[in-house]
């Protein structure tokens, strides 16, 4: 989005959640649900759990939703099975997605992502014919006032990160997938605010837009994806200026 802006991103991530907060209380209590399934319901022995707790306490998400979510996910109470799926496509002018879905009716889920797609200038691609584009690993968005950069980038290579980038707005820092729970429980040690940490897809290329109509449709079957109940997160390799996608979505 945006250029690929990255603070650009999470604030349009947040505006969506202010806006939708019973999405984001479904999605989150989703995640805790898989993350209890996988690793138990304590979140001292389980770092992926610890974490989607604490994104949960910063959206004032009532602790009733995440105790009941984390009881579902070890079996103390009864509920659907959710599976978590992932979809591949591409959008207009040839965007690739990534789309990860988690849902408790695979059909349901297949069939809303697909005609999404479709309705919005796109198509759904084969396993495989996306995910090449991208880096599956973990990411931290830090405010710059949030860290000083000396200690960060210590604190992140020695538990695991491969890189931490700065930039006028803040840090970045990257990690192998196996080595998120440590970056993370490390960050949360020292008191170290995120304003993002997420395991994503980063592009590895990307696919210029400088169409406004192809900007437009491509923002309209983000924003549309990103309202289905099953969907938790939406990944791209556009590259759209900052003055293109305020003109296009009117900012």
Known sequence: MAGHNKWSKVKHIKAVADAKKGKIFSRLAKEITLAARSGGGDPDMNPR????????????MPSDNVERAIKKGTGELEGMTIEEITYEGYGPGGI?????????NKNRAASEVRSTFSKHGGNLAQSGAVMFQFQHCGQFLIA???ADEDTLME??????????KTSDEGYEILCPVSAYDKVAAALEEKGIKTESSELVYLPTSTTPVTDPNVARTFF???????????????FSNEEISDELAAQVQGG
């Open 49 to 60: 759990l610890r974490t989607i707790l604490l994104k949960a306490r910063e959206a004032n």
């Open 96 to 104: 690739a997605m990534i789309v990860q879905v988690a849902t408790d």
């Open 144 to 146: 710059r006032e949030n």
């Open 155 to 164: 604190l992140a290579i020695e538990a695991g990160a491969d890189d931490v």
């Open 220 to 234: 309209k079957l983000q924003a549309t994806l990103e309202d289905l109940d099953d969907v938790q997160n939406v």
